[in-house]
């Protein structure tokens, strides 16, 4: 499920470039997750129903009180959410999706650093990771002999990154209680309702634009959102959080991938380097509290 989730985030990459060359940022954004939470609005409905058929009484008030519940903590999601795909889908303006793709991958150095002020412990060998990390990051976003151009848009991706970490930590908080496709749905509504008043403040939508941007906008609003971060949230029910996190970068391999294939975008050797470092360090990132492990244990035998 979470491996499917890193196929679809990355081919909506190229979704969402096309999708710019149409329409704005807070349009399409808007547009989009308010899509994911009408796909999965009818499910909930008929589910609902089925469940609280027969129910006594005090059993829908249980319901009714888990329902508010998801609700305050899909009202959070969304808001980090609607922070994180913000930011991602300004940067489409002045960067490739190949390069937003690998560098949104950076959530996962900042959720061990996130995690520092929740007193969670860090291994060594993820410190290593997150200086390779940015090593990659800068052979992947700076020319050395140009320092004054550095991409606007590699800066964006880099906070969007952070939000999405927020997001990562947040749903690890949230989803073992609490109904997943409420919870998605939730999120949706708050952060499509969100930027559609962004939208209506800083944008100017043309229907005939958004006709335009149509393809994109169903791919994207439905398979990214309705079902991908969905199956995130169900995901992150039953995998350990370390096995999840490496399942969901990879959606930085499908995003060049299908860059490559589908928009014709090609990377320079020092930007092909520093992808390879960040995703050789996000993999060694999320294996580093086995190998700690393994490291202590060889240690205890001696």
């Known amino acids: 499920m979470l491996l499917l989730t890193a196929f679809i985030w990355g081919s909506s990459f190229v979704a969402q470039s096309i999708g710019m060359e149409e329409v704005e940022a807070f349009t399409f954004n808007g547009i989009r997750t308010l899509m994911g939470a009408f796909v999965l609005l009818p499910f909930i409905l008929i589910k609902d129903k089925m469940q609280r058929k027969g129910m006594t009484s005090e059993k829908l008030n249980e319901a009714k009180a888990a329902d508010k519940k998801v609700i305050i903590a899909g009202m959070i999601l969304g808001v980090a959410l609607c922070l994180a795909s913000n930011f991602q889908q300004f940067a489409f303006n002045y960067s490739t999706s190949g390069k937003i793709a690998f560098i949104?991958?950076?959530y996962m150095f900042f959720v061990p650093l996130i995690g520092i002020f929740l007193r969670k412990k860090v291994p060594l060998l993820t410190w290593i990771c997150v200086v390779f990390?940015?090593?990659?990051?800068?052979?992947l976003s700076i020319d050395p002999n140009d320092l004054s151009a550095i991409n606007f848009g590699d800066v964006l991706t880099l906070i969007c990154s952070i939000f999405f970490?927020?997001?990562i930590l947040l749903i690890e908080k949230f989803a073992p209680d609490a109904d997943g496709i409420k919870l998605s749905?939730?999120?949706f509504f708050t952060s499509g309702t969100i930027s559609c008043i962004l939208m209506?403040?800083?944008e100017t939508p043309e229907p005939k634009a958004i006709a335009g941007a149509i393809l994109p906008l169903l791919y994207s609003g439905i398979m990214s959102c309705g079902f991908a971060y969905?199956?995130?949230i169900i995901g992150q029910k039953y995998t350990e959080a370390t096995v999840a996190s490496l399942l969901m970068c990879m959606e930085s391999v499908f995003g060049v991938l299908c860059g490559a294939l589908i928009l014709h975008e090609t990377l320079s050797g020092r930007e092909i380097l520093g992808c390879v470092i960040m995703f050789a360090a996000?993999?060694?990132?999320?294996?580093s509290e086995t190998i700690t492990e393994k490291i202590r244990n060889l240690k205890g035998k001696k």
Do not use: R
């Open 282 to 287: 996000i993999i060694l990132s999320q294996l």
């Open 185 to 187: 749905c939730i999120q």
């Open 200 to 202: 209506f403040i800083f």
């Open 230 to 232: 969905t199956f995130q």
């Open 104 to 106: 949104t991958a950076l």
């Open 133 to 139: 990390g940015f090593i990659g990051l800068y052979f």
């Open 165 to 167: 970490a927020v997001h």
